[in-house]
């Protein structure tokens, strides 16, 4: 795309509740499309585990999880994608703690699903969507994401 570096994404880098999941559950339809993802790109999912349903939840979906220590969230998300090498990671999220991580990666997304999005959040991504469904989709459909980020 003119004006923009080339995307060369080997990681898909996602919050977890408020983003795959809703009070804790997966939503119905996301563990397919991670399915269908995962053959292309490495599956990270990052949480807190509140609800202490991740792991459960993510079974059978060839994922790396990693469970977020208590402090700044929001820190050691953007550290994570800045250890995985920025230009190849695209991060999805929608709360305060994932802004600096949107902000990071090579591309972000926000959704606004139930639980919201924060401005931070959206301020920071790249892409906003309307939901995690949305933003999956593009990753399917790149000629969306060019759309939308054309000068």
Do not use: H, W
Not at 16 to 45: C, F, K, W
Not at 69 to 92: P, S, Y
Not at 142 to 151: F, G, N, S, W, Y
């Amino acid at each position: 795309m003119p004006g923009r570096t080339l995307l060369q994404a080997r990681m898909l880098v996602l919050d977890y509740n408020g983003t795959l999941a809703i009070d804790g559950t997966i939503l119905p339809g996301v563990s397919e499309r991670l399915l269908s993802l995962a053959p292309e790109i490495e599956i990270i999912i990052l949480t807190a585990d509140t609800f202490g349903k991740a792991s459960t939840n993510l079974k059978g979906i060839p994922c790396r999880l990693v469970i977020l220590e208590g402090g700044d969230q929001q820190e050691q998300k953007a550290a994570l994608v800045r250890e995985l090498g920025t230009r190849n990671v695209i991060a999805i999220g929608n709360g305060v703690n994932d802004a600096k991580m949107l902000k990071d990666a090579g591309l972000g997304i926000a959704v606004i699903q139930k639980e919201g999005a924060s401005f931070q959040a959206i301020s920071e991504a790249d892409i906003v969507t309307a939901s995690i469904f949305d933003a999956l989709d593009l990753l399917t459909n790149p000629k969306r994401i060019v759309a939308t980020l054309r000068d």
